[in-house]
T-cell receptor, first 113, second 117 residues
Framework: DTAVSQTPKYLVTQMGNDKSIKCEQNLGHDTMYWYKQDSKKFLKIMFSYNNKELIINETVPNRFSPKSPDKAHLNLHINSLELGDSAVYFC????????????FGPGTRLTVL | AQKVTQAQTEISVVEKEDVTLDCVYETRDTTYYLFWYKQPPSGELVFLIRRNSFDEQNEISGRYSWNFQKSTSSFNFTITASQVVDSAVYFCALSEYPQGGSEKLVFGKGTKLTVNP
């Protein structure tokens, strides 16, 4: 009964490829996020969705396209992968309608060769 | 813009020592939330505590305690009688509310704590 799950956990791919990371939460939360953690462990928000609607887009290159088919899922598709995209990507969710705690998924380690 | 500073990049202690992780924040909001997350070597991010800006009471949870002082914009985290399992990177975070957007977290750069046996 994992609260926030991500697949895959590890992703190794070549430069130029297109890949997707999936996120699902079973907490009944309204808001979902993608964060990127770089090699120095710095965590930065990328996107936020509330009830399938894009709310935050933090000047992320348009090679990154989030998609939320329903409020329990938020996927991240990355086109034309670059070496600098190598990072750990975390999905998070929280209950909407005010402030609440964000709960994070286990992360997906993406390595671009 | 919001900012979170964790000046201690790495701390190394011996088991059973007490250790304090510092967090200083900047915000123009009057209402905000502060958080601590733990990232053990396995990589997941574990929520530890959330504190709102109107609640300056210190909190204790087992060996963990948090000291929130608005006057110095600090939200420090103390581990008493540290254990090897406390070894992790600890992140302090501040909630930010962009206009028209939903809450997002601004993280500090993290403090890597190593507890040696």
């Amino acid at each position: 009964d994992t609260a926030v799950s991500q697949t895959p956990k590890y992703l190794v791919t070549q430069m130029g490829n297109d890949k997707s990371i999936k996120c699902e939460q079973n907490l009944g939360h309204d808001t979902m996020y993608w964060y990127k953690q770089d090699s120095k462990k710095f965590l930065k928000i990328m996107f936020s969705y509330n009830n399938k609607e894009l709310i935050i887009n933090e000047t992320v290159p348009n090679r990154f396209s989030p998609k939320s088919p329903d409020k329990a899922h938020l996927n991240l598709h990355i086109n034309s992968l670059e070496l600098g995209d190598s990072a750990v990507y975390f999905c998070a969710s929280r209950r909407g309608g005010g402030t609440d705690t964000q709960y994070f998924g286990p992360g997906t380690r993406l390595t671009v060769l | 813009a919001q900012k979170v500073t964790q000046a201690q990049t790495e701390i190394s202690v011996v088991e059973k020592e007490d250790v304090t992780l510092d967090c200083v924040y900047e915000t123009r909001d009057t209402t905000y939330y502060l958080f601590w997350y733990k990232q053990p070597p396995s990589g997941e991010l574990v929520f530890l505590i959330r504190r709102n800006s109107f609640d300056e009471q210190n909190e204790i949870s087992g060996r963990y305690s948090w000291n929130f002082q608005k006057s110095t914009s600090s939200f420090n985290f103390t581990i008493t009688a540290s254990q090897v399992v406390d070894s992790a990177v600890y992140f302090c975070a501040l909630s930010e509310y962009p206009q028209g957007g939903s809450e997002k977290l601004v993280f500090g750069k993290g403090t890597k704590l190593t507890v040696n046996p």
